[in-house]
């Protein structure tokens, strides 16, 4: 699998990550809902895992290949970055999971999905539960281990 060069600042806020970047956001992007223990830069291959089925089996599959899923901070950088990638694919980062309590299902926990829609960039959390099956159209964002 062919990975794309990505240099990570867990320092930056997601406010900042994000801020004027995109056409449509979620106001749910917040730093306060993703937080992260990770500091520092780092300097990560970021891999497009293709893959159909449900949340837990497809990170089951990143697992198996000895990857580790990507979260919202580097979802973000990707989207700065290499905005390329977007418009070839939304891109899932299974390495967040944002668990709201106020929806029209209390407890459906969202994951981040960066989309592209011809020259712009959306980013926002799926309405759908964590546990949706994802079609071939998506590809998730792994790192390896």
Not at 13 to 24: A, M, S
Not at 54 to 76: C, T, V
């Amino acid at each position: 699998m062919k990975g794309i060069l990505l240099s990570v600042d867990y320092g930056r806020t997601l406010g900042n990550l994000v801020l004027g970047r995109y056409e449509g956001i979620d106001d749910d992007i917040v730093s306060a809902n993703f937080p992260t223990k990770k500091s520092g830069v780092a300097e990560l291959n970021a891999l497009m895992f293709p893959a159909v089925g449900y949340s837990p089996e497809i990170l089951a599959q990143i697992k198996q290949r000895n990857f580790r899923a990507g979260d919202i901070y580097e979802l973000a950088h990707l989207a700065i970055q290499h905005p390329e990638e977007v418009l070839k694919g939304p891109i899932v980062a299974l390495g967040s999971i944002y668990n709201w309590h106020f929806s029209r299902r209390p407890g459906t926990r969202w994951v981040p999905v960066l989309r592209g829609g011809g020259s712009k960039l959306l980013l926002f959390l799926r309405l759908e539960d964590y546990g949706r099956s994802w079609n071939s159209s998506f590809r998730f964002l792994a790192f390896e281990s």
